[in-house]
């Protein structure tokens, strides 16, 4: 935890000579990252989302890591059942949720053992004394407890007993000891809290929307929130708190975003844009099911969502709306991708609109079902079978979702394609803070429905195939407007026609035709981020590994090295300019969560030596390693 300058709190001082008022130490800090952990039922990713709210409204700039188990409710403390969130916040621009915690809150000893490698030595741990009993120890394999055997002693540990002070502070209430001890979630937000000056109003507000039809429980929780302030406010333990000062963003209204919440906003702002009705048509699957959960409030907004008996259904549900006028959307993640390949296949032939948004997981199979992975770029670029080309796009963050999302509607609506959106679960269930974007600065994305015959021989009939010059889309006829009936289906159609056709040569020109149409789509140029021009390492990335990369060229550059980063968010086609920026390197770097499948593409594409540094541990990569990684392809020691 940097700290630059350090103050008294401000009492007077014959109140402290005489003890009457307790001297606290404010530390003024740039930055700090605090982890949550605890049980999967201990309410950790409620506090740290709590805590993430009173940052975003307090100004600072945040980045935040979510990290729970796949089993709704693993074996009470044990190790797979732990449940984290960090928080990475600061008073300035920040990339990343921060390698590791400096402050640790562990609400019981598997949580403790878990993350206890993460924390340096110095670090701040605050440790729920209730939770360690011999049972739990053993449980996670502890043979001595680690409060009483001094191996704890490079922290700066404080231990409390919030499980019997929460209990304490409700006993008036009536409430048994169980339910009182579900509320020390709440206990421990109050106390971090304090200790990080952030305000109560708002969380004490939520607490009541939350609990709303059950008054008792909101005032019970609100009630162990003061209790863990007051604690901190008058225990001896806490000598020190800090002030992290808001940062000095750009000018703009911010709120605090999700990436699953942005990809569900940007979808709303399409249908608006386009003047389109919504449809998602979907099966709910971890990562992505908070897609379906916001798009269905916003019925209002023309949008109606269909949950499906499977995968299959929900995209065969989202084409046949995409054919009735709508635009069509379907979420899923890897597992479903595999199951609505057919149906994706069936949306290249019939070259309609349509949206996939899949946010990635660890595989294959079930897999990792709640950690992260980059590993669907193969499967969304070839994952079908025959020459089937879709576009990719991938946003960088949280808050790009939502703009990415939109740039995904736009190549869907107008070259008349499925897009594939890969985000992954890193992305969809972190937050930052996002700039809402002034309504008028959004793209016209209205379409022209086709009204009338269009032959060129003068016949009056319709050809659904007859395509634009510019874009090569096809017309988009919505079905019962007279005249333009044509058949559909995944047989091969006729070039213009649209009839059924087994001509080999009329399928070697669509093929190419639906080829073209992909590679002609207009996406912007790369841009590098090189300060000082003279850079003979260039580290590229897609996805969420922005973040990571950011950070870690930070830390290259502060060092006195040279270094260039440059980022993909268009992934098929990809940016015109893209061979040009890549051979002006001596080494292309590509850090990926995958086995090095972009890296794959351009050495197939671009025929260049881009190297692969690759991470498949459900988790994002840290700054710290990868800025270790790119020092050594700066100093020419990256193997091959």
């Not at 990339?95 to 640790?104: C, I």
């Not at 404080?158 to 020390?184: F, I, N, Y």
């Not at 008058?234 to 975003?257: D, H, K, M, N």
């Not at 333009?484 to 289906?489: A, S």
């Amino acid at each position: 935890m940097s700290t630059d300058t350090e103050v008294g709190a401000q009492f007077p001082d014959h109140l402290v000579a005489h003890g009457e008022i307790r001297q606290t130490e404010v530390k003024q800090t740039h930055r700090v990252v605090i982890r949550f952990a605890g049980d999967s039922g201990d309410g950790m990713q409620l506090t740290g989302d709590r805590f993430t709210s009173e940052a975003a409204a307090f100004g600072n700039d945040l980045a935040t890591l979510p990290n729970f188990p796949a089993e709704i409710r693993a074996p009470a403390g044990t190790l797979p059942g732990v449940s984290s969130f960090q928080l990475h916040f600061a008073d300035y621009d920040i990339l990343t949720p921060g390698d590791r915690p400096d402050v640790l809150v562990a609400m019981n000893p598997a949580a403790l053992k878990s993350n206890l490698k993460d924390l340096p030595h110095g670090g701040v741990l605050i440790v729920n004394t209730d939770e360690f009993t011999k049972r739990n120890l053993a449980k996670v394999g502890y043979e001595a407890n680690p409060l009483e055997d001094g191996s704890l002693e490079p922290y700066q540990v404080h231990e409390v007993a919030m499980a019997t002070l929460t209990r304490t502070a409700l006993e008036p209430t009536g409430m048994s000891k169980k339910d009182a001890e579900r509320a020390k979630n709440m206990f421990a937000l109050g106390l971090l809290s304090w200790m990080y000056h952030r305000g109560t109003e708002s969380t004490e507000e939520f607490l009541r929307e939350k609990f709303a039809k059950k008054p008792e429980l909101a005032e019970a929780n609100i009630l162990a929130f003061r209790t863990g302030w007051n604690y901190g406010e008058t225990t001896e333990s806490f000598a020190v708190t800090y002030e992290v000062a808001p940062a000095a963003l750009p000018t703009g209204t911010y709120r605090q975003i999700t990436g699953n919440l942005a990809l569900a906003y940007g979808v709303v702002a399409a249908g608006q844009l386009s003047k389109l009705p919504v449809f998602l048509g979907t099966y709910p699957i971890t990562p992505a099911s908070d897609v379906l959960h916001e798009l269905s409030k916003h019925k209002g907004m023309g949008v109606t969502t269909f949950q499906a008996e499977d995968e299959i259904a929900g995209i065969g549900a989202a084409l046949g709306a995409s054919f009735g006028g709508a635009l069509g959307v379907t979420s899923t993640s890897g597992p479903g991708v595999a199951l609505k390949s057919e149906t994706i296949g069936l949306a290249v032939a019939l070259e309609l609109p349509l949206l996939i948004l899949d946010v990635q997981r660890g595989g294959p199979s079930t897999g990792l079902p709640t950690k992260t992975e980059q590993a669907d770029l193969l499967q969304a670029m070839f994952g079908r079978n025959g020459e089937a080309p879709v576009p990719i796009i991938a946003p960088a963050s949280p808050s790009e979702c939502f703009d990415a999302a939109i740039q995904a509607a736009r190549i869907a609506l107008t070259y008349r394609t499925p897009v594939f959106l890969l985000s992954d679960g890193s992305i969809a269930n972190g937050s930052e803070p996002w700039n809402v974007p002034d309504v008028s600065s959004l793209p016209d994305l209205s379409v022209e429905f086709a009204t009338e015959a269009n032959a060129p021989d003068g016949s009056g009939e319709f050809w659904p195939y007859l395509r634009d010059a510019d874009t090569l889309a096809r017309p988009w006829a919505v079905p019962g407007t007279p005249g333009l009936e044509h058949r559909i289906g995944g047989l091969e159609k006729a070039d213009g026609r649209g009839s059924i056709s087994y001509d080999p040569d009329n399928h070697d020109r669509m093929v190419r035709l639906r080829q073209a149409k992909i590679d002609g789509i207009e996406v912007p140029d790369i841009t590098v981020d090189d300060p000082d021009g003279d850079a003979e390492v260039l580290v590229l990335g897609w996805g969420s590994t922005f973040g990571p990369i950011g950070a870690a060229c930070r830390r290259v550059r502060n060092a006195g090295l040279s270094i260039a980063q440059a980022h993909l968010r268009n992934l098929n086609p990809l940016p015109d300019n893209l061979g040009e920026v890549l051979g002006r390197y001596r080494r292309v770097v590509v850090p990926e969560m995958n086995l090095g499948q972009l890296a794959m593409l351009l050495r197939a594409k671009y025929l260049v030596d881009a190297r692969s540094y690759t991470k498949v541990a459900g988790l994002p990569f840290g700054a710290e390693e990868l800025a270790g990684v790119l020092t050594d392809a700066v100093k020419g020691d990256l193997p091959a």
